[in-house]
């Protein structure tokens, strides 16, 4: 399926490495941990989640008294999993809505990747599912924002609110607001701006538009979902730290995956920010947006 296909990157060089590893080594030693932590580590699973996992994967093999690095392997994809759901055991997280209420959902990320592709991709999965869906074009800034995020309304039949390039977003995401309200929409999904080049603008900028939001609907935004692009690794990490610093980010939405071999940077950001990955982009087409299954992706890793 999409989700196999989308990941095949990463599951080749992943799970040809695990299985290489397992067959050069048979005893399970230092240099056997060693050789693991440089695999991962190389995944994008991020240092720190590595070190975690390391140290897990070594108490574990001490407990039931492994010897034999094939049962490792066993006990790794456990672990795994485990790092990624942390506390709570939900498989799939899903996005919160308010059942029969207009719910506003806020896209946050730099230009480039895929904010708009995103909101287009979740706008007709909503649709298929139901729901009566507006999109507002608050990205006033990149040039061609505005129309690309049009050509996504035509092509998945949503109606798209927008002003001139160059206008205030919040008054776009005002109108948008409205808009959804007069229409009786179930949700409204809000494109901004991703300029990096004045961060503090940017977030000045994010903050008066969740303001916005806040002050027409109580309880709204229901999402803020930052994008990052999977692709980039570790500067997607350092993304997620800077706009979960200054917004309360909600979820995340990793696009890419299908262009990278690195898709442990899914684990990082949950293990290390603490935010819950929603969904992955697969691709660029409209039905390439998936739902995020850690155990799925975890055991994909090692089929
Ligand atoms: P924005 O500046 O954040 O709004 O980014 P765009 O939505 O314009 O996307 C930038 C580029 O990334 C476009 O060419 C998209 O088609 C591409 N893109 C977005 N998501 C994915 C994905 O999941 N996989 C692949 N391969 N390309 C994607």
Redesign the pocket.
Known sequence: DKYKE?LSKTRNSFSSKINDLVARYRKVDEDFFEDLEEILISADVGVATVMDLIDELKMEVKRQNIKDTKEVKEVISEKLVEIYYGEDDESVEELNMKDGELSVVLFV?????????????LAHKLKEEGKKVVLAAG?TF?AG?IE?LEVWGERVGVEVIKHNAGSDPAAVIYDGVQAAKSRNADVLLC?TA?RLQNKVNLMNELSKVKRVIEREIPGAPHEVLL?L?ATTGQNAMSQAKTFSASTDVTGIVL?????TAKGGIVLAIRNELQIPVKF?????KVN??QSFDAQAFVYGLFA
């Open positions: 989308g990320g730099v230009n480039g990747v895929g904010k708009t592709t995103t909101i287009g991709k990205d990149r924002a690309q494109d991703g994008v692009d696009t890419k995956l299908d262009g992955v982009g697969l691709g660029e390439d947006l």
